[in-house]
């Protein structure tokens, strides 16, 4: 009789052990398929995430180099240390935009200012505007005594929409526009609606602000557009008004830079590259250190933190997938090689009645390999059914999980900060924890589907297991003659 109807009638025969053996399999190819449909749902995630936050890199001044000249300055000369920043010249800013992988950029400098014809949102604790109110103002600019009266922080940028309370949602165009590249040398602001209201301004309208450092240095800027803001503030901003983020108002980076001084013109304090592709960082950097730029003035500072944190915990989950896929096809091969075994050392003689009547080996090998065979087809048929709503919970709970401890780890390091410390609320551990509030809801769940590529994979996997499975133990009865099988049988 041919081998393959022999071993069609015995697993016919043997209805029980065959299902128990399909059970066995199914259950096998079921978690192997979980595994695999994990992985590629994690890695379209990651590819995903990689693709929409792509990471930033910013252009600014090295000040650690910075203060080493200082010091060494301060060691040469008896006179006190002067620290100076060095603006970005737009044609170094241009260059590196330039070079494959940017999307798109953004430039940034911060003034300092005091409104003339308005009045600003006072904080809880700050003194009357007719008192004189001494306040450190931002940008770098400082009076004689190194301290200037400031009412308003202005925030110069190429576009409005790149810059990073925009960018982090934290701050929403609620009326006009926001600051557009177009809008470089022309007079114009968007302000923030607390103060717009206070004020009973409106798009269209006017406001004049000065320099903090040269009264003389006035500008009339024409309210193109009124955004909100959520942010609360830092606690030094119940003590000086121009920390306060109702007083903050968003200009063309040209407009800041005359608030700041002739010195400051087509410059910039720094520039933000946004990467196509957080993977192309690395490149980009090294692309953008052969240029002109002088990188022992100027740095560049890679920023993919929210891509780690987003991928963080889905790279976790992949691997716990691949773990699985590896350690269940190595204890699905044992136990089924087991069973297997077991099966045929009660089919002895059998075996031995066939050889004696002259069957070749091979065809008996055969045999077994075909039930086992026919077996892995239906399972992975099976498992294919059952495979994908398993993987969407299994994968799905695994990142739940994954995220839930990143979250706390990074909870913890807010609150311990620098050195194990506690921070307390409103500061920079609040700004962690935001960036790292985007990510987890960001992605929540996995897109977990079964594909003709994880099924062909699993094929695979699951002919080998089989072939192994029934080769092996046949290998050991094979190797007898005849007349030892039957002589011991009976």
Known sequence: MN?????????????????????????ICVFVLSGLTIQSAAKASSELARQELGGSVTLQVDREAAMEKQQSEQSESDGPPQ???????????????????????NYSVSASANAENFDIIESSTSTDSSDTESEQAPGGDQGRGGIVQADLTVNGTLTSDEADSFS???????????????????????????????????????INISSASDEDTTQELEIVGIYETSSAGSDQAMNF???????????????ANTLKGEDYTDTVESVTYQMDDAENIDAFIAAAEKTD??????????????????????????????????????????????????????????????????EKKWKLAGQFITEIVVI?????????????????????????QQTTASAETASTSMQQGPGGGMMGGGGPGQAVSDAFSQPSEAISSL????????????????????????????????????????????
Not at 187 to 206: H, K, P, S, Y
Not at 339 to 355: A, H, N
Not at 376 to 400: M, W
Not at 452 to 466: F, P, Q, T
């Open 3 to 27: 081998f393959l109807k022999r071993a069609f009638w015995s697993m016919k025969a043997k209805k029980g052990k065959t299902l128990l053996q399909l059970v066995i399999f199914t259950v």
């Open 83 to 105: 620290f100076t920043s060095t603006p970005i010249s737009l044609d170094d800013a241009e260059s590196i935009a330039a070079l494959d992988h940017v999307k798109s950029y």
């Open 168 to 206: 982090d949602g934290e701050a929403e165009i609620v009326d006009g526009r926001g600051i557009e590249e177009s809008d470089a040398g022309s007079n114009v602001a968007v302000i923030e609606q607390t103060l717009a209201e206070e004020n009973d301004l409106a798009v269209g309208d006017t």
């Open 241 to 255: 008004s121009f920390l306060n983020p109702y007083n903050t108002i968003y200009v063309p980076y040209t407009a």
């Open 293 to 358: 730029v002088d990188f022992d003035v100027y740095q560049l500072d890679a920023n993919d933190d929210l891509y780690q944190q987003m991928v963080g915990p889905i790279e976790n989950v992949a691997s716990f997938a691949k773990n699985i896929v590896y350690l269940v096809t190595i204890a699905g091969a044992i136990i089924l090689a087991l069973i297997v075994m077991l099966s045929i050392r009660e089919r002895k003689y059998e075996m031995g009645v066939l050889m004696a009547i002259g």
């Open 376 to 400: 892995a087809i239906v399972a992975v048929g099976l498992s294919s059914i059952f495979g994908n709503p398993i993987a969407n919970v299994l994968g799905n709970q695994l990142l739940d």
């Open 447 to 490: 897109n977990i589907n079964v594909t003709w590529e994880n099924i062909l994979i699993l094929g695979g996997i699951g002919l080998a297991v089989a072939i192994i499975a029934a080769l092996i133990p046949s290998i050991s009865i094979l190797r007898l003659q005849p007349k030892n099988i039957l002589t011991k049988q009976e």
